[in-house]
């Protein structure tokens, strides 16, 4: 009974760790000026370069603000001020053809620019906008969503 009590002990002291571990970071910060977030459930994460992206934060920019991201892949995104861009999925696994990059601008402007998955699977990249899906053909192309709440 008491190695029955130990075992149940250590993998309930071992499973949040496996949890952790699978859940990688998609990318991280490059640049931040101004004042600029990311959104991670309902909570603000200070923003700095360096700073760890994982699959659905949210990059957060204010009216002075502006940020950069790069990718594992080497994609680069950049977010001008006022905007609010949604990392919604990364994929990165080419050894075992699993490629997948979506994300969306929910509002304000952004540049992209493509990184490996693009150039290996250009179909599984997906930028979305409230009005509209682009599939990445290119390689560069810059983006704005006017708010329409005004």
Same mark, same amino acid.
């Given at each position: 009974?008491?190695?029955?009590?130990?075992?149940?002990?250590?993998?309930?002291?071992?499973? =949040?760790?496996?949890?952790?571990?699978?859940?990688?970071?998609?990318?991280?910060?490059?640049?931040? *000026?101004?004042?600029?977030?990311?959104?991670? %459930?309902?909570?603000?994460?200070?923003?700095?370069?360096?700073?760890?992206?994982?699959?659905?934060?949210? &990059?957060?920019?204010?009216?002075?603000?502006?940020?950069?991201?790069?990718?594992?892949?080497?994609? &680069?995104?950049?977010?001008?001020?006022?905007? !609010? &861009?949604?990392?919604?999925?990364?994929?990165?696994? =080419?050894?075992? %053809? *699993?490629?997948?990059?979506?994300?969306? &601008?929910? *509002?304000?402007?952004?540049?992209?620019?493509?990184?490996?998955?693009?150039?290996?699977? =250009?179909?599984?990249?997906?930028?979305?906008? =409230?009005?509209?899906?682009?599939?990445?053909?290119?390689?560069?192309?810059?983006?704005?969503?006017?708010?329409? !709440?005004?």
């Amino acid at each position: 009974m008491k190695i029955l009590f130990v075992l149940i002990a250590t993998l309930c002291l071992l499973v =949040p760790l496996v949890a952790q571990a699978a859940e990688m970071p998609v990318g991280s910060v490059k640049t931040v *000026k101004g004042t600029a977030s990311i959104i991670r %459930g309902n909570a603000a994460v200070e923003t700095r370069s360096g700073t760890r992206v994982y699959r659905n934060d949210t &990059l957060r920019t204010g009216a002075d603000g502006s940020l950069s991201m790069v990718f594992r892949d080497d994609t &680069l995104i950049s977010v001008g001020p006022g905007s !609010e &861009l949604a990392v919604n999925e990364f994929v990165f696994s =080419p050894a075992d %053809g *699993k490629l997948s990059i979506i994300t969306r &601008l929910i *509002k304000g402007s952004a540049v992209y620019l493509s990184g490996i998955i693009a150039r290996l699977s =250009p179909e599984s990249v997906r930028f979305e906008t =409230p009005v509209a899906n682009i599939g990445i053909r290119g390689t560069k192309f810059a983006v704005k969503v006017e708010d329409l !709440e005004k």
